[in-house]
């Protein structure tokens, strides 16, 4: 399993991040377009969910083979693998909007989810605004080095599940900010973002950027340039 990608930094173009698409790749391109994106020297990360529940999720194998597209893995991708793999639930994943998938053929299968496979849990890029983080849910603890560290050390099988379970599936921040709770940054990023929960629009919680504004489910698809992120945090303060 690939646990971190890292970029250095663009200095040619725009770096943008975008919320769980979910198979809305129509809207991505529209979003695209109406900020001028430039393929021959601007960047797209994900913050993962690239597949189920929307109308395109079969498009998603052409948008990771894309040079200037970089997405972690979300626990959509991850339910996919687990499919193909035999682990996972086919009823579950078909209520988790896996019908797609599930209609394919055992080879078709396993092709894509060896595509997904590829996609690391965690995305760091150097910015001129900063060190930036993507992870699809959260870190565990407060430190992003601290946790890319226990996730690449020696661990048992189990304990690196727990890690993954907690980047690819916890809300435990988000839920605790609802129910009044005080929020923390997380140590060693500018800022990080993440999607998996959707918000009414992008949330800002300590340097925590929640970005999944529910295109699947009728509202926006957020696309954010990161050069703009340094303003989103001094209003959020
Ligand atoms: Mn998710």
Known sequence: MNIIQRFERNRVGRDFVVGDIHGCFDLLSRAMDTVGFDESCDRLFSVGDLVDRGPSS????????????????????????????????????????????????????????????????????????????????????????????????????????????????????????????????VSDLHAMFVGHTPVEKPLCLGNVVYIDTGAVFGRSLTLINIADCVSAQAEAA
């Open 58 to 185: 079969h498009e998603a194998i052409d948008w990771i083979a894309q040079p200037w597209f970089h997405a972690v893995r979300g626990n959509h991708e991850q339910m996919a693998i687990g499919v193909a793999q035999g682990r996972h639930d086919h009823d579950n994943y078909l209520r988790n909007g896996g019908g797609w998938f599930l209609s394919l053929g055992d080879d078709r299968q396993k092709l894509v989810a060896a595509v997904f496979d590829t996609l690391p849990i965690a995305i760091e890029i150097d910015h001129a605004v900063g060190r930036i983080g993507l992870v699809h849910a959260d870190i565990w603890g407060e430190s992003w080095d601290g946790f890319l560290r226990d996730m690449q050390s020696d661990l048992s099988n189990s304990k690196r599940h727990k890690l993954v379970e907690v980047a690819l599936w916890s809300r435990s921040r988000i839920q605790a900010h609802q129910s009044g709770y005080p929020t923390s940054s």
